[in-house]
Structure formats: structure tokens, C-alpha cells
């Protein structure tokens, strides 16, 4: 048996090297000055070799995570074994997630067995999401099972699965994920306001964005998470992020209005 | 059969030695003689070819056990009947084993001669078994091919090297003398061997010949060899391929002939010289020089008294490559490896450092031509100053010019030439003499330009004061007002304005200049809107505004949570784009309007069937319910909407429109300044008189409200205004009418005339009416046979 975990340092450790390695740490575009966010796709990326994820994450995010202690690590599987060997994936199910999961376990599991033919279990002792490839699952192995893992990462994160099962029918979706405090260093009240201010009144800016970026937007504490198309993701991250400076959300209203606009003149 | 071959060779190698120096000629020769001299050439030539060939062969067979080159006895060569291609291919046959052959001897020399090096006393050197190298020499000749270049080349470096040896003997006299005379034993020795060797071929004065080069050569490629051995560069060089010493040669050769006349004549006599002492009899060699004269009298430039074998131009491009003075950069010549910058390479760099003689030449001629060039154009500017005792003494080597000036330097460049030969015959004297020059020049335009100076009119200089002081005058004045910046009518003179034509903005579009052009161009406008019956007015022009429209036209963002999925989302936005199928607006949709659409459909359907059974011919299209036409002739001020967005509407309004309220002489604009003495009067009489009308209602008002209310009276000023603006108003309203004063009766003064007057009036009045009536009646009374018919 290989062994799944390692010491903290050396886990820290290995996670940085394997940021480094998969070199995919998208620089993101300057909209917002200084304020540009360097992310990764480590959240479910277990083997780099294989196939990127489609879960971006903002450097700060992949490093608080690394740092915890749950987080399983693998070792860096050889391409010989993929062959002949069935691929594993796990994706941990964090505790908030727990019963939501339990809930929509049903409908998690149609589409990963039905259309991906994955082999699909819960582990209860570790909590954690884990699935393979069989000799039914057809197309490239390697590439269903790292969709039915974004797709269920993406579930975990707080999508719904009417959302997530997007990112297995288009393949130009992504998830990128980064904290209010990339954008801008702020604590206590402020924090929470801003906070606020990306929520709105039950929750009415959140949606004005996501309607009229067509994206879907997870705010989790001050984690904030966006699944849609790049260039949707970047307009949305756009207001998002001004809204963080301190823009009033009715001028933030107003530039959805105009984006909403051009998004309808494009056809 | 050798007997033979001399005596052909020996003209044909007279011949063969005028064709290398000048091949043009020989071609000159076929053109201008008739074709039977030119057969005779090619037999010769043939038969010679033929010969060489057979002997080589056989020089082959004895040196290489019974094997030839070319597996052929004899060259197949027939009169007429082979083409030059047969020989030549022969010919190549045999070449390629002899070359191979030769290049294997010069390798084996090389080895003699590096062990020669050690052992100082071995025996001479063969470059060749001798018995071969007049053969080779010849056949060579014959035919073009590498070794002929080889066989040439040598010859070349043979006077070459003399010329460098003779050249040098100057400056190493002890060294040189010895080396010549050990040079000279050595050949000695050889010929002795080679009449030792070949008795039989002493009567041939050609092979004799070609052995005294031979000789001449191998002596001095030993003496080159030990030159080679002091020198470690010239070793690198020499790596088979190129020949130091025939390169060094050559470009001595070239050097030499670049000298003057003098130092060539100087120089065929060392040369002779040294012939006279290497060998007993040379008459070819004299033969040659000789031919070389000759020829090299074409080139020679009479002017200049110098042989020119480049142009001027590239004489100069040449040593401008070697842009530096052989003296700037001696530390690179020493470092040798010459880690030198390819970007500022220079020829130097690359060749190596020219003979700083050269260099001094060179820059000397150009002191001097520039020098030249001045003093030339100092005599074209002052023709008549000229002084042309003094251009006597000025030697300068100017080839055009006038012809006085080129008979002068004639003159000069003889003398110069005698002065020359009776000094020694060195490089030197041109030096020198050019100093001498270049010492004359100097002084002699150092005293023009003195000469210039006080020549030089004081008018000119005044002038030039003059303009100076009118433009620091002109500095110092004050400023003209349009250069001062914001200006007030004080500042300014009287009518400064009018005369200026200061430049300013207008945001307004131009009024139109009201000339005959003009009114033509609106009649036709309105002529052609007559014709056309257009009879719209003017539609005013609305601007819209942008802001509100813009905002107003902004979609609503629903706040709701979506209720679709993003993959539906997504999916729509894919039929739009891809399809062109709007599922949301398909949902839009009310019942009613479904039904609407598909009923238009179906009747469209039902239509054309219609049209296709009833019409065999000809069915119409369905008609487009959308295809808007519009008239051709659209108003034109439609066009005119373009106005700045920063220009207000209050801008753009016309005259018309400001003034539109009040007419007549209000209407028009005009100041007093505008009117003349009977507009003044006018409107001044106009005034008068409405002032006069409204002061005289005024006073009627006061009597009459003093004779309504007496008691009023005029104390209270309030209660009198007020019933005079009723009074107004009121006549205003048309509700007072004035009593009219009867002029012609005078009689109101006593009362009982007043009353009678009235009585009568009264009286009139009804019996008028009466009498009115009768006279009628009694006008058509009047009977009918009154009247005359």
C-alpha cells in the first residue's frame, strides 16, 4: 500500500513543489490593477500528468488548504500504471457539505455512473468522495474521471448540482475560486461588509451578477467561488471585486445593466 | 621527333608568351585575318598537342613501369576530322593521373626540404624529375586547366620574386648579396647536372630556357623556404594552397608598376642586372621585357609621367579601407591574434598593414590634389588677379584644367622628370619632391589668403553692420499689439483692427453670403420643388438627447435566483448563436400569438400553392410584409443634423427666430450710426408725436375725471391715477367716444341762440327725412313722355 498521507512539513512542502510543477499558475489579466490574483488548479489536481483541472484557485486558497492536516497527498503515480490499472480519484467532502451530500446523493450519482460509467463510493470514515474507472467507462478514462471529480469538487465548493453537472456537458466551463482579501486587505467590520455588499439584500446583487454574467457565484465566508465560461468569469470577478473596493452596489447594479447590453447585441 | 618539336615550339612558344600577356590579341587576329592563316594555326596547334601528349606518355611509361596515363600511345588527332572536344577530353584523360602525380612530387619536395632544413649540406632539390618539366610546362600552356594556373603562377612569382629581392636588396644589402651568391652556386651546380643529364638536348634553346626558370625558381624557393622558417605567420599561410611569396610577389610587382617611369626603368636594369649575374645568355628573357614595354606603354599616362594601372577612384576607395594610419594601431599588429570587433573591421584587420610608403604616398597626393583644387579655385574666382609668373613656380600635377595652365604643367612635370633622373633612383626623390611641393603650395596660399583680406571691400562688412544694428533695433522695439497678448482699445491705434486680420472661432456655421450665385442656386431649389410638387416646410430639427436615451434603453437585470440551470444557460446561448432560435422569446409568447404566427404561415403555404396551380407562367413572389420603401427625394435638412454636442440649440437658432416677435421698423436691427439725417428725423418726429398724442390723452383724461367727480378733486393723486387707467382701458375696450366740436356754428355763446340752433336742427332733422322721401316720389313722378327718345 502507498502511503496516502505524509508529515505536515513535508506535506506543505510537496504541495508547493506540485504548484510549481503543474505550472499552470494563471496570471490573472490586469482589470484589476494591482489587485490581480495568481491562481492554481491544485484543489483536485492529484496527478498533474494526467489532465489539468478545470478549479482555479487563487494562491492563498491552495496554501490554506495544503496547510490542513486532512488533506490527503498522493504520491505522483507513473504512466506506465494507467493502462492496465483502474484510476482513482477521491475528492473530500467538507463538513458543511456533509448532509447536502447525503441529500443529493442520488442525483450526484446518476450522472457520474450513467453517463461517465464511473465506479462511485462514499468513504465515511475519511469523509471523502472516491471514484474510479472500470472497464465499462468508455471515451478517455482518464478524462471522465477528472470531469466527475471537478464536477463533484465543484459540489463540495456549494454549487448546486444543477450547475456543476455543466461542467460535464461543456467543456469550456471553469471554476475559479479566491478570498475577499486577494482583492483587498480587509478585517473585522470591513471585511463583513463587504462581505455584504457582494451578498446584497437577500442575496439581490449576487443574482444580478450571476444573471447577467451568466455565471454561478458561491460566496462562502470570504471565499468566493464563480463557475462559468472564462470570459464570463472575468466580467463577474470584475464587479465582484470593485464591489470589495467599496463600490456602491447600485453603480455595480448599473455596469451589469450595460454588460447585460452588450451580452444581448452580441448575436 | 624531338628536333621537330623545337623547332615548331620555339615560335609558337614566342607566340603562346604574347597570347598569355594579351589573349584579346589573338582573337583580334582571327577577326581581321582570313581563315586560312587560321587552319594553319590549328594544325600547328594539333600537331603540337599531339607531340606533348606522345611524350608525356611516354615519360610516364619510363618513370611508372610501363604505365600511361591516359592508356594511350598516341592521341587520336586526324586533320579536320576531331573536333576540339575529342582533344579536350583526351587531354583531361591524361590530366587527371598527371595531376594526381604531380601533387604526390610536391609533397615529396616538401618533405625533401624540411630535411633539407636540418642537413645544410644535402643535395639540391627537385621540384619534378626534370626530364618531365618542360613537358609540363608546355603542355600546360597548351590547354587550360588547374595546372597550367600552378605552371603560370610560378613564372609570375619567379619575377615577382625577383622584383621583391631586388626591392629589398636596398635595405639588407650584406644579407641579400650573400644570399644571391649562394643562390647562385646552387644553380650552378644544378645546370651542371641537368647538361650532365641531358646532352643530347643541349641545342634546344627553349628547353634551355625553360630550365634557367626552373633553376631560377628552385633557388629561390630555398631562399624562401628560410624566410619561411624566420617567419611563423608566413609558415601558417603557406599551406600548399596559396604561396606566400607568390602573393608577396605579386603585390610587389603591382607596387613597382605603380612607380614612376624612372623607378620602372630603375628597376628593369637591377633586373637585368640580376639576370646578367644568375645567367650566362637570356636573350628570351630581354625578348620579353621588351614585350612587356611595349605593352605597358598603352597605360602609361604622358601627364602624369606615371604608369596607371587602377583608376583614381579606386585607388582612393582602396586606401580607404584602411581608414587608419599604419602607425595608429601597432599594438594590434603586435598582439597578433587581433581579438578585433568584426563590426569595426577594417581592410587592415583583415589583410594586414599595408607598406607605410604607401600610406605616405597617398596622403601626400591628396594634400596635393586638395591643394590643387583650391588654388584652382581661387584662380577661377580671381581670373584677372592671376599672376602668371608666379603659376610658372607652381607645381602642381593638375591634368584638366585651361590650357595655358596645362602647358605650364607640361613644362613642370618635365623639368621635374629630368630633376628626378639626375638623382638617385629611389622612392625618395618622389617623396622629397613632393614635399617640395606641398612646401611651395602652402606659402603660396598662404599669401592669397592675406592677399584676400585686405582685398576684402569694407562694404561688405558695413552692410553686414547695418543688418545686424536693423535687427537688434528691431529686438529691442516694442512689440507690435497683436504680439501682446489680451489688448484694450486705448492700447491699441485708431483703426488697428480693421487693418488686421485677427483669427478667432466661431462654433456657429457661417451665414451664407447673399450674392446672385446664391439666389440662383434657391430659385432652382425652388423651381425644382415646384416641378417635383414637394411643398413640405421645414421640419425643425430635434437634437436628440443621448443621456436619457441611453439610459432608458438599458435592460433590466432580474435580482431573482435564476431558475435555470447554468447548463441550460448556456444551451440557450448556443441555439441563438448557432441556430438562430430564441428559446426565450419563443416562451415569451402568449397562446394567442402562437396561434397567429401559424396561421400566417399556413395561409403564406396555401398562397403559393394558389398562385402555382392558377398561374402556369408566371407566379409572384409572397410578399415580403417588412420591405419598407422610401422616397428617393428625402428633405435635406435632415442631412444638416450634425451639430456639435457642445453646442447649444440657442446657437444654432436664425435671426428669424430671435426677432420673430416684432415687425416693421422694430423688426430690422439698426443702430444710429446706421441711419441717415432723414431716418433720424423721422423716427425723432415719430417720437415727438407719440409722446405729444399720449400727453394730450392724458390731459383730456384729467378733464374728464375732474368733470365726473369735482369733488374728488385733484388732492388725492392715488384715486386719480387709478380712474385714469380705467379710463384707458376703457377706451381701450372702445367704450368712449368723443364728442365732436361743430366748427361752423359759432353761436353756443348765448343760450337762446344755443336752444334755437337746436329747435331748428330738430326740425330739420324730421322734415329732411319728409323732404327726402317727397323728392323721390317726385322723381318718379315724372312721366315717361318727359323723356326724349
Redesign the interface.
Given at each position: 500500500k502507498k502511503p496516502f498521507r505524509s508529515s505536515p512539513s513535508q506535506n506543505t512542502l510537496l504541495h508547493k513543489m506540485e504548484v510549481e510543477q503543474q505550472n499552470v499558475q494563471h496570471k490573472v489579466s490586469g482589470d484589476v490593477g494591482e489587485h490581480a490574483i495568481e491562481t492554481s488548479n491544485a484543489h483536485t489536481t492529484i496527478d498533474p500528468s494526467v489532465l489539468q483541472s478545470r478549479i482555479l484557485q487563487s494562491k492563498s486558497l491552495a496554501y490554506s488548504d495544503a496547510s490542513d492536516d486532512t488533506l490527503p497527498v498522493f504520491e505522483q503515480m507513473s504512466q506506465q500504471n494507467h493502462g492496465s490499472e483502474s484510476l482513482y480519484r477521491r475528492v473530500r467532502c467538507p463538513a458543511h457539505r456533509y448532509t447536502p451530500l447525503r441529500n443529493d446523493w442520488e442525483a450526484i450519482l446518476a450522472p457520474l455512473v450513467h453517463y461517465l460509467k464511473l465506479q462511485v463510493r462514499f468513504n465515511t470514515k475519511n469523509r471523502c468522495v472516491e471514484m474510479k474507472t472500470s472497464v465499462h467507462t468508455i471515451d478517455c478514462p482518464a478524462s471522465s474521471l477528472q470531469k466527475g471529480a471537478d464536477f463533484v469538487a465543484a459540489y463540495m465548493l456549494g454549487f448546486?448540482i444543477?450547475?456543476a453537472?455543466?461542467l460535464l456537458?461543456?467543456e469550456d466551463?471553469f471554476v475559479e475560486s479566491f478570498q475577499v482579501t486577494d482583492v483587498k486587505m480587509l478585517k473585522g467590520d470591513h471585511l463583513s461588509r463587504a462581505i455584504g455588499r457582494i451578498a446584497?439584500q437577500d442575496?439581490?446583487?449576487r443574482?444580478?451578477i450571476?444573471?447577467?454574467t451568466?455565471?454561478?457565484i458561491v460566496v462562502a465566508d470570504s471565499r468566493i467561488h464563480m463557475?462559468?465560461?472564462y470570459a464570463n468569469i472575468r466580467v463577474a470577478r470584475n464587479a465582484l471585486c470593485s464591489l470589495i473596493l467599496g463600490a456602491p452596489p447600485g453603480k455595480v447594479?448599473?455596469n451589469?445593466?450595460?454588460v447585460?447590453?452588450r451580452m444581448?447585441e452580441r448575436? | 621527333m624531338r628536333s621537330f618539336c623545337s623547332q615548331l615550339l620555339l615560335p609558337l612558344v614566342f607566340d603562346l608568351h604574347q597570347l598569355l600577356n594579351a589573349p584579346h590579341k589573338i582573337f583580334d587576329d582571327f577577326d581581321q585575318n582570313s581563315s586560312t592563316k587560321n587552319s594553319e594555326n590549328r594544325q600547328k596547334l594539333l600537331q603540337i598537342i599531339a607531340t606533348l601528349f606522345a611524350e608525356i606518355e611516354q615519360l610516364a611509361a619510363t618513370s611508372q613501369n610501363n604505365e600511361t596515363f591516359s592508356g594511350m600511345q598516341e592521341m587520336y588527332a586526324d586533320n579536320d576530322v576531331v573536333d576540339a572536344e575529342t582533344i579536350f577530353g583526351q587531354v583531361e584523360l591524361q590530366n587527371a593521373p598527371l595531376f594526381k602525380f604531380l601533387k604526390k612530387d610536391i609533397k615529396k619536395f616538401a618533405k625533401l626540404a624540411d630535411t633539407a632544413k636540418i642537413n645544410e649540406d644535402s643535395t639540391p632539390l627537385q621540384l619534378v624529375d626534370l626530364s618531365q618539366i618542360h613537358d609540363e610546362d608546355e603542355e600546360n600552356d597548351n590547354d587550360d586547366n588547374e595546372s597550367n594556373e600552378d605552371s603560370s603562377e610560378e613564372e609570375d612569382s619567379d619575377d615577382g620574386s625577383k622584383g621583391s629581392s631586388s626591392s629589398s636588396g636596398s635595405t639588407s644589402e650584406d644579407s641579400e648579396a650573400r644570399r644571391i651568391r649562394l643562390r647562385m652556386e646552387r644553380s650552378m651546380a644544378e645546370a651542371d647536372e641537368e647538361d650532365f643529364d641531358f646532352d643530347d638536348d643541349d641545342d634546344d634553346d627553349d628547353n634551355n630556357n625553360q630550365q634557367q626558370q626552373k633553376n631560377n625558381k628552385r633557388s629561390l624557393t630555398r631562399e624562401q623556404q628560410e624566410e619561411l622558417d624566420n617567419d611563423p605567420m608566413a609558415k601558417d599561410m603557406n599551406d600548399g594552397f596559396f604561396d606566400v611569396h607568390e602573393m608577396e610577389g605579386f603585390a610587389d610587382e603591382e607596387e613597382d608598376l605603380h612607380m614612376s617611369k624612372f623607378g620602372q626603368q630603375q628597376q628593369r636594369q637591377d633586373d637585368e642586372d640580376d639576370d646578367s649575374v644568375s645567367s650566362e645568355d637570356n636573350e628570351d628573357d630581354e625578348d620579353d621585357d621588351m614585350l612587356f614595354r611595349e605593352k605597358d606603354d598603352d597605360n602609361f599616362d604622358p601627364a602624369s609621367g606615371k604608369k596607371q594601372f587602377r583608376e583614381e577612384d579606386e585607388i582612393r576607395a582602396l586606401m580607404g579601407m584602411y581608414n587608419n594610419g599604419p602607425g595608429d594601431d601597432d599594438d594590434e599588429d603586435n598582439d597578433g591574434t587581433g581579438a578585433v570587433d568584426p563590426a569595426n573591421m577594417t581592410a587592415s584587420d583583415f589583410f594586414g598593414r599595408p607598406n607605410p610608403k604607401f600610406f605616405h604616398k597617398y596622403q601626400e597626393r591628396q594634400k596635393r590634389e586638395k591643394k590643387n583644387r583650391k588654388s584652382n579655385d581661387l584662380d577661377y574666382d580671381s581670373w584677372d588677379d592671376h599672376d602668371f609668373a608666379a603659376g610658372n613656380d607652381d607645381d602642381d600635377d593638375e591634368e584638366e584644367g585651361d590650357d595655358w595652365r596645362n602647358a605650364d604643367n607640361l613644362k613642370n612635370q618635365e623639368r621635374q622628370r629630368s630633376k628626378n633622373g639626375s638623382k638617385s633612383g629611389s622612392d625618395d626623390s618622389d617623396q622629397e619632391n613632393s614635399d617640395d611641393d606641398d612646401g611651395d603650395a602652402s606659402d603660396e596660399e598662404k599669401a592669397d589668403a592675406a592677399k584676400e583680406t585686405t582685398q576684402k571691400p569694407s562694404g561688405r562688412d558695413s552692410r553686414t553692420d547695418a543688418k545686424i544694428r536693423a535687427l537688434e533695433e528691431e529686438a529691442l522695439a516694442e512689440k507690435p499689439w497683436t504680439m501682446r497678448g489680451e489688448i484694450t482699445g486705448k492700447a491699441r491705434p485708431e483703426n488697428s483692427l480693421l487693418e488686421a486680420t485677427p483669427e478667432f472661432e466661431l462654433a456657429a456655421k457661417m451665414a451664407p453670403a447673399i450674392n446672385a450665385q446664391h439666389t440662383e442656386n434657391l430659385e432652382d431649389v425652388i423651381r425644382r420643388r415646384i416641378l417635383e410638387e414637394d411643398w413640405d416646410d421645414v421640419i425643425p430639427r430635434e437634437l436628440s438627447d443621448i443621456k436619457g436615451n441611453d439610459k432608458g434603453?438599458?435592460?433590466?437585470?432580474?435580482?431573482?435566483?435564476?431558475k435555470l440551470?447554468?447548463?441550460e444557460?448556456?444551451e440557450r446561448?448556443y441555439l441563438?448563436?448557432a441556430a438562430g432560435y430564441d428559446v426565450e422569446a419563443a416562451e415569451k409568447q402568449t397562446e394567442e400569438e402562437k396561434v397567429k404566427n401559424e396561421m400566417r404561415g399556413l395561409f403564406a403555404n396555401l398562397c403559393s400553392k394558389l398562385d402555382a396551380l392558377s398561374n402556369y407562367h408566371f407566379a409572384p413572389r409572397p410578399v415580403e410584409p417588412d420591405a419598407d420603401i422610401k422616397m428617393a427625394s428625402a428633405p435635406a435638412i435632415a442631412l444638416e443634423e450634425a451639430l456639435p454636442l457642445h453646442v447649444s440649440d440657442g446657437r444654432a437658432a436664425a435671426p428669424e427666430e430671435v426677432y420673430a416677435g416684432k415687425r416693421g421698423r422694430e423688426s430690422v436691427l439698426r443702430g444710429d450710426s446706421e441711419m441717415d439725417q432723414v431716418e433720424r428725423k423721422r423716427l425723432r418726429s415719430a417720437k415727438k408725436r407719440a409722446r405729444r398724442k399720449a400727453r394730450q390723452e392724458k390731459l383730456a383724461d384729467e378733464k374728464v375725471i375732474s368733470k365726473l367727480t369735482p369733488g374728488l378733486g385733484l388732492n388725492n393723486p392715488y384715486e386719480k391715477r387709478k380712474l385714469r387707467e380705467e379710463l384707458s382701458s376703457a377706451r381701450g375696450l372702445g367704450k368712449v367716444s368723443d364728442g365732436v366740436v361743430d366748427a361752423n356754428n359759432k353761436d353756443y355763446t348765448q343760450s337762446t341762440a344755443f336752444f334755437k340752433n337746436l329747435q331748428e336742427s330738430v326740425q330739420n332733422e324730421i322734415h329732411g327725412k319728409v323732404d327726402g322721401k317727397a323728392k323721390g316720389d317726385t322723381t318718379e313722378k315724372k312721366k315717361s313722355s318727359a323723356f326724349k327718345l
Open positions: 448546486e444543477q450547475d453537472v455543466a456537458r461543456l466551463l446584497g442575496g439581490k446583487t443574482f444580478a450571476e444573471n447577467a451568466r455565471t454561478r463557475l462559468g465560461s447594479y448599473n451589469m445593466r450595460n447585460a447590453k444581448n448575436y | 434603453d438599458l435592460p433590466e437585470v432580474s435580482q431573482e435566483k435564476s440551470s447554468l447548463g444557460l448556456y446561448e441563438k448563436k
